[in-house]
């Protein structure tokens, strides 16, 4: 049985922090590329972070870049991501996902599982 269950969203303030977790069934975490992903209202689903398995390489979006990092607990089987210095544009629902090719991809069609979402509201 496979699961990811994301944590750790809420209401903060722009300029603040929020660490983002998901913790995965050990069948979908070990050799899986681990992504985020976040959907805002009226919009597409996007790509925000991708850390591959075994190197442990990271991507980021743009519009994230230095503010985001994403990190991985392979003994807990979960996968984090930091983000700082939060701004009002960020506000949407963050998605964990799973890539069994492990590539790394920011394609959202690139992975074959998704957790539930946690809300994420940034105000100014």
């Known amino acids: 049985q496979w699961q990811l269950v994301e944590s750790g969203g809420g209401l903060v303030q722009a300029g603040g922090s929020l660490r983002l977790s998901c913790a995965a069934s050990?069948?979908?975490?070990?050799?899986?590329?681990m992504g985020w992903f976040r959907q805002a209202p009226g919009k597409e689903r996007e790509f925000v972070s991708a850390?591959?398995?075994?190197?442990?390489?990271?991507d980021y979006a743009d519009t994230v870049k230095g503010r985001f990092t994403s990190s991985r607990d392979n003994a807990k089987s979960t996968v984090y991501l930091q983000m700082n210095n939060l701004k009002p544009e960020d506000t949407a629902v963050y998605y964990c996902?799973?890539?069994?090719?492990?590539?790394?991809?920011?394609?959202?069609?690139?992975?074959?599982?998704w957790g539930q979402g946690t809300q994420v509201s940034v105000s100014s």
């Open positions: 996902a799973a890539d069994r090719w492990n590539s790394g991809s920011r394609s959202r069609n690139s992975y074959q599982y």
């Open positions: 050990r069948m979908i975490f070990s050799g899986y590329t």
């Open positions: 850390i591959t398995y075994g190197g442990g390489n990271t």
